[in-house]
């Protein structure tokens, strides 16, 4: 079966979640591209996420995450990783409602924590107790990604290509986001 992507994806959730992983199984079975907003804002910036962090603080880090989400909203239809603190800014959910479709990839803070516990790249757990601060951040951002347009409850175990077409399945529901066309 054969789908053509009428509106931009944008797939939400918490660190760990699956958006990079889910997102580029879910554009290969699309045939669409995935973009991921923070490398963008990373090869705008030439710095990580973290110098800019560092050097420019969260306030310059979130107005520029804003302007490239509204950027890669009005371009081609893709499929589109965001930064886990992305969508808690209103103008954000409001930009992908308006000109795509959020998905938010829910994940419980045990398999979160199961997935990002070994990385290093995440600087919110460099605290005393990581785990705990992941529960705390699940918790204050439950609320903000439950806004989301379609919601996929990611099961422990599930292979990538599984929660991808699990995702598509969502998608298919909603007949504004997907159209099936002859193959």
Request: aromatic fraction near 6%; proline fraction near 3%.
């Amino acid at each position: 079966m054969a789908w053509k992507l009428n509106r931009t994806v944008a797939l939400v959730g918490m660190m760990g979640a699956g958006k990079t992983a889910v997102g580029m199984a879910l554009a290969r079975k699309l045939s669409v591209p995935f973009v991921d907003s923070d490398a963008e804002i990373e090869e705008a910036a030439n710095r990580t996420i973290a110098e800019i962090f560092e050097r420019d603080g969260e306030a310059f880090f979130r107005e520029k995450e804003a302007q490239v989400i509204s950027r890669l909203l009005d371009g081609s239809r893709v499929i589109l990783s965001t930064g886990g603190g992305a969508f808690l800014a209103e103008r954000n959910r409001e930009a992908i409602a308006a000109r795509g479709v959020a998905v938010w990839l829910k994940a419980d803070a045990d398999l979160l924590w199961n997935r990002v516990r070994h990385k290093t790249n995440r600087p919110l757990l460099r605290t005393e107790n990581p785990y705990e601060t992941l529960s705390a951040l699940c918790t204050t951002r439950a609320p903000f990604y439950s806004k989301a347009g379609v919601i996929v409850e990611a099961e422990t175990g599930m292979p990538i290509e599984a929660m991808a077409q699990k995702v598509l399945s969502a998608l298919a529901a909603h007949q504004d986001i997907l159209e099936e066309i002859p193959a």
